[in-house]
């Protein structure tokens, strides 16, 4: 009895050009595979760093949040910066917080005894009211936000002479910041211009 193996009957008739072209594949093929792999396990490593950090954090509580509330960009000014007695000017004062969201930032105004409360108080957020010949506001600030609040006020007809007249808000984050918005104006005060030379 004879035993005939199925492969031996099998023979190789592939080339020499193609046996070189599958030996360059499966090179590439495993220089490919090669480089994936070292990315692969660069990233991995980045992330599991990422994690012990983290981690290291979470245990130390080594966290940094945003810093408190922070209106120190906040500004006021009024529509005229030279003025004469009698004129109604429009005061705006605007609220910019550069920090953590503020839950309750209150805002009084009691007006200089040249300046008289002359309606049209507005506020773009929050609560604004007109009481004691003062203007007062209060509402939240959040982050990365402005509010604005605006009135009319009339100087005193009957005043003389020139000076500025400071007019200013007095700001409460809610948080232990307080800080002073002024919008100044002159009144009664000539401007100067020079002379222009050309040549």
């Not at 982050?143 to 007019?167: E, K, P, V």
């Not at 700001?171 to 000539?190: K, R």
């Amino acid at each position: 009895m004879r035993f005939v193996l199925p492969f031996a009957a099998m023979e190789t008739s592939l080339s020499a050009t193609q046996g070189w072209a599958l030996t360059v594949f499966l090179l590439l093929l495993i220089f490919v595979l090669t480089v994936w792999l070292i990315l692969s396990t660069r990233r991995v490593s980045r992330y599991v760093r990422g994690l012990e950090q983290f981690s290291r954090r979470l245990a130390g509580g080594d966290f940094r949040p945003l810093p408190a509330g922070d209106l120190r960009s906040s500004s006021g000014r009024a529509d005229k910066l030279l003025v004469k007695a009698g004129d109604t000017l429009h005061y705006t004062f605007v609220l910019r917080n550069s920090g953590s969201s503020l839950k309750l930032v209150k805002g009084t105004d009691s007006l200089p005894p040249e300046l008289q409360f002359a309606g049209n108080l507005r506020a773009s957020s929050g609560t604004a009211s007109q009481a004691g010949g003062g203007v007062s506001w209060q509402g939240a600030n959040l982050t990365n936000q402005g509010g604005a609040i605006s009135f009319d006020a009339s100087l005193d007809a009957g005043l003389t002479g020139y000076h500025a007249i400071r007019n200013k808000l007095l700001v409460d984050s809610g948080t232990g910041q307080v800080l002073t918005l002024q919008a100044s104006v002159f009144i009664n005060a000539v401007p100067l211009f020079l002379p222009v030379l050309k040549r």
